[in-house]
């Protein structure tokens, strides 16, 4: 490898280095929100910073607590949905398919989009 090409393979390195720092710390200052669906239809929307425990339809028990989301009781049969970890990042959800429930966490500034091309 000649030296240009170790300056530009470390420009490169250091780039990717920042840009996974901006984006580990970015995500820790937005207020997050829990979207809560059920039936296909939004149920609610609620603060991840603000603690409390919320009934969805007599069917699931969400808690949310110290900045994390996780499904506390459902009466569906498999339980997959109380098994499931806590969520807390931008795109993660939990999923109670015999109850049609949804619980995602979305950031302040939804897009809308997937990716970007050039």
């Known amino acids: ?19 996974l720092a901006l984006q580990m710390s970015g995500d820790r200052d937005n ?6 669906r059920s039936g296909g239809k939004v149920f609610g929307a609620y603060d991840l910073s603000r603690d409390r425990t919320i009934d969805i339809n007599g069917t699931n028990r969400l808690v949310i607590e110290d ?7 459902a009466d569906c049969p498999d339980q997959v949905c109380v098994r499931h970890r806590a969520v807390s990042k931008t795109g993660e959800s939990i999923i109670c398919l015999p109850n ?19």
């Open 1 to 19: 490898m000649k030296k240009n090409d170790l300056i530009l393979a470390g420009i490169i390195l250091a780039a990717a280095v920042c840009l």
């Open 31 to 36: 207020a997050h929100l829990v979207k809560i």
């Open 67 to 73: 900045g994390q989301a996780w499904m506390e009781w």
């Open 100 to 118: 049609r429930v949804v619980i995602s966490v979305e950031g302040p500034e939804e897009s809308g989009l997937d990716g970007m091309t050039y």
